[in-house]
Structure formats: structure tokens, C-alpha cells
């Protein structure tokens, strides 16, 4: 049996004023991104640690699969030079993973086309 993980209501804004609920969403987003970077670093780590048996490891002691920590590795070494601007534009997950097996044609169109403010999902970049 697969237990689905339940996402918790979103916060209630309704009490704060649009400018701290501006703020708020824009401390969660840096939150995020500063989670993100830890995460994957400490990811290259354990992998470099353990190359052998990374995916067992990964699996048992993170709760997460080695599909997904392979993604997320995928990601860092393709963009690891982008990450602010990542960011900045906001692209989702799938996407970067999409992104990440593309050739380099392709993910400067992307990105050039985000940075001119064009809004691209997943769909789009497939």
C-alpha cells in the first residue's frame, strides 16, 4: 500500500496586510531557496560518501526515492551555475528536470525567454 503525502492547508493571509503578506510570501521563497542548496549539497556529500551504495542509502535514511535524489543532482551539476537566476524566475522542479537532459540549445531558449518575462511550464519547454 502507497501512503500519498498530504500537503498542509496553505497559510491564511486574510488578516495581514498585502504588503507583509508580499513579504511573507517573498521569505518563503528565499526560505525555499536556501533550503534547496543545503539540501542538494548535502546530497553531493552523502553520494560522494557512499557511491556504491548512494541510492540504498538515500532511500532507507532520507525517506526519499533515488529517482528523485538523482534529479536533484542532475539539477545542481547541470545549473549549478544558475541558481540565483532560477531563483529569481521561479521555475518549478519538473521543469528543471526536463531541462536538465536537454541540450544546451534548448536551455538557453528557456531561460532566455524566461528572463524576458515570457511565463513557461512544464508543457512548454517539452
Not at 74 to 85: A, E, K, L, T
Request: proline fraction near 6%; include cysteine; glycine fraction near 6%.
Amino acid at each position: 500500500m502507497t501512503s500519498r503525502r498530504q500537503h498542509p492547508k496553505p497559510f491564511d493571509y486574510g488578516h495581514i496586510s498585502i504588503a507583509d503578506k508580499e513579504a511573507l510570501r517573498g521569505c518563503a521563497s528565499a526560505i525555499a531557496v536556501i533550503a534547496r542548496k543545503t539540501n542538494l549539497q548535502i546530497l553531493e556529500r552523502a553520494k560522494a560518501l557512499v557511491p556504491r551504495g548512494f541510492e540504498k542509502w538515500v532511500s532507507r535514511e532520507c525517506q526519499m526515492s533515488p529517482k528523485t535524489a538523482g534529479n536533484y543532482l542532475r539539477i545542481h551539476q547541470r545549473f549549478g551555475s544558475r541558481r540565483d537566476s532560477i531563483a529569481d524566475l521561479g521555475i518549478k522542479p519538473t521543469t528543471l528536470v526536463k531541462l536538465a537532459t536537454a541540450p544546451d540549445e534548448i536551455v538557453d531558449e528557456v531561460f532566455s525567454r524566461m528572463e524576458a518575462g515570457e511565463p513557461l511550464i512544464g508543457r512548454d519547454v517539452e
